[in-house]
């Protein structure tokens, strides 16, 4: 029996913890300062990070503490340049003390995060400690974000 939850994603058997892991509750980093302590806690516990750009093929390795030290400040920059907000509220983890799943949000791309108006808009980055896996998503990737991440991944 399938979960309509997770109609959002291509769904094959090998996928299923992960789509379950990302359909399942999450956190909503409101503040700045919250995002300060995320990617704190994010530092801490360095290894074993994947990151994947949703509608694209995810690489199944995980990043160097260096990369994922310059993904961190890569993203966090563009959030907070393109978000112009005074809080946060387009990062959202699994669990905020002991996080292994981040889902990000383009600030160009909200949409409805929360899924409430029954059309959900998908992370534009997700974050994990387990390996990631294709999420479809057919919206078409803006030349910024592609370029954004080629330059940091290839």
């Not at 379950?20 to 990070?49: A, C, N, P, Y």
């Not at 990062?91 to 899924?115: E, F, H, Q, R, T």
Request: hydrophobic letters at 40%; aromatic letters at 10%.
């Amino acid at each position: 029996m399938s979960n309509p939850g997770l109609r959002m994603f291509e769904v094959s058997a090998m996928n299923h913890d992960f789509l379950k892991s990302m359909d399942g509750t999450f956190h909503g980093i409101l503040q700045w300062v919250d995002l300060d302590k995320l990617w704190g806690r994010v530092r801490e516990d360095g290894e074993g990070w994947y990151v994947s750009l949703v509608g694209t093929e995810p690489v199944q390795k995980t990043l160097t503490v260096a990369e994922l030290e310059t993904f961190i400040i890569e993203v966090d920059s563009l959030l907070r340049r393109d978000h112009q907000y005074h809080y946060c509220g387009i990062v959202y983890v699994d669990d905020p003390a002991l996080p292994s799943l981040i889902k990000i949000y383009d600030p160009n791309n909200v949409g409805n995060s929360c899924g409430c108006s029954g059309v959900r808009t998908l992370p534009r980055w997700v974050l994990s400690k387990m390996p990631p896996v294709l999420i479809e998503d057919h919206a078409p990737l803006p030349g910024n974000r592609r370029h954004w991440w080629q330059k940091m991944f290839g």
